[in-house]
Nanobody, 115 residues
Framework: QVQLVESGGGLVRPGGSLTLSCAASESVTGIIIMAWYRQAPGKLREAVAS???????YYADSVKGRFTISRDLAKNTVKLQMNSLQPEDTAVYYC?????????WGQGTQVTVSS
């Protein structure tokens, strides 16, 4: 089972930027879908962005134009570049990998947007 480790979370002011990274224990080329989810306090976990093995991208309406998901095949990582962050982006962000035998989750990284 693939292991996922997120990093890059932290505290940022509104309008600022952060880049989240998700390191996979195996080549991301073998993973069908890599995705980022987030869960704010008192809310359900929601999909933020995803990238398929074939290169398709999906973004939630709330982050379109601000977030970019990318895969670094050489480093087995998936990144989420987040720009123009707003307080409503505050949440724990989770990396997810969908494989033929199931899916895997990282432990999550906290993103807090506050002045």
């Amino acid at each position: 089972q693939v292991q996922l480790v997120e990093s890059g979370g932290g505290l940022v002011r509104p309008g600022g930027s952060l880049t989240l990274s998700c390191a996979a224990s195996e080549s991301v080329t073998g993973i069908i879908i890599m995705a980022w989810y987030r869960q704010a306090p008192g809310k359900l976990r929601e999909a933020v962005a995803s990238a398929t093995r074939r290169g398709s991208r999906y973004y939630a309406d709330s982050v379109k134009g601000r977030f970019t998901i990318s895969r670094d095949l050489a480093k087995n990582t998936v990144k989420l570049q987040m720009n123009s962050l707003q307080p409503e982006d505050t949440a724990v962000y989770y990396c997810n990998a969908v494989l033929s035998g199931g899916d895997a989750w990282g432990q999550g990284t906290q993103v807090t947007v506050s002045s």
